[in-house]
């Protein structure tokens, strides 16, 4: 089973809905993570949380919100989706060490039509 | 704040050839450097790192080197091998008060190898 683990793989939806896109890891890990991956972009993060109770806008949090539910769980939402935010998004784990290796789940490929 | 440049995009080479990416960073306090490999349908994984207290680093077939003096750090693979083909993510950080680094990526390499 995979260490983290993102829910759907793929979604299509249209401009205005709201989407929600979930993750869960079993590393243990207090660190999560969201990117986005765009064509010539490379990985920008989106928001990223210590723990529970702490969490913190990444460099393109606009258009985007969060929620971490347990360790385990962080979830990603875009409140009303607009075609931009058709990506490739990737929740990932670290531990709390310096320089902690980041572990990225499969990706959720969303198109906004 | 911190910018990263990789190139090329995409590198085509022959099985058994060497491959070179190469990434330039613009923030000189930036201190760690990891490689990470995306394969198709996958998420990217960690295959190498660089700290900026050492100038290189070899694990098997890959190797970084890191040029403070010119702010660039590059990756070489020898002996390619097909299922080297991947994109590869370049980055870097810096530490700050929070003890947390904000990695920042470059925008990938698709490299090919052909048997």
């Known amino acids: 089973d995979a260490d983290v683990t993102q829910t759907p793989r793929n979604r299509i939806t249209k401009t205005g809905k709201r989407i929600m896109l979930e993750c869960s890891q079993t590393k243990g890990h207090d660190r999560m993570y969201w990117y986005r991956q765009d064509p010539g972009l490379g990985l920008r993060l989106i928001y990223y949380s210590f723990d529970v109770k702490d969490i913190n806008k990444g460099e393109i949090s606009d258009g985007y919100s969060v929620s971490r539910q347990a360790q385990a769980k962080f979830s990603l939402s875009l409140e009303s989706a607009i075609p931009n935010q058709t990506a490739l998004y990737f929740c990932?784990?670290?531990?709390?060490?310096?320089?902690?290796?980041?572990?990225f789940g499969s990706g959720t490929q969303l198109s906004v039509l | 704040g911190e910018n990263v440049e990789q190139h090329p995009s995409t590198l085509s080479v022959q099985e058994g050839d060497s491959a070179v990416i190469k990434c330039t960073y613009s923030d000189s306090a930036s201190n760690y450097f990891p490689w990470y490999k995306q394969e198709l349908g996958k998420g990217p994984q960690l295959i190498i790192d660089?700290?900026?207290?050492?100038g290189e680093k070899k694990d098997q077939r890959i190797a970084v080197t890191l040029n403070k003096t010119a702010k660039h750090f590059s990756l070489h693979i020898t002996e390619t091998q097909p299922e080297d083909s991947a994109v590869y993510f370049c980055a870097a950080s810096k530490s700050v008060n929070t003890g947390f680094q904000k990695l920042v990526f470059g925008t990938g390499t698709r490299l090919l190898v052909s048997p």
């Open positions: 660089i700290r900026s207290n050492v």
């Open positions: 990932a784990t670290s531990g709390s060490a310096t320089n902690e290796k980041l572990f």
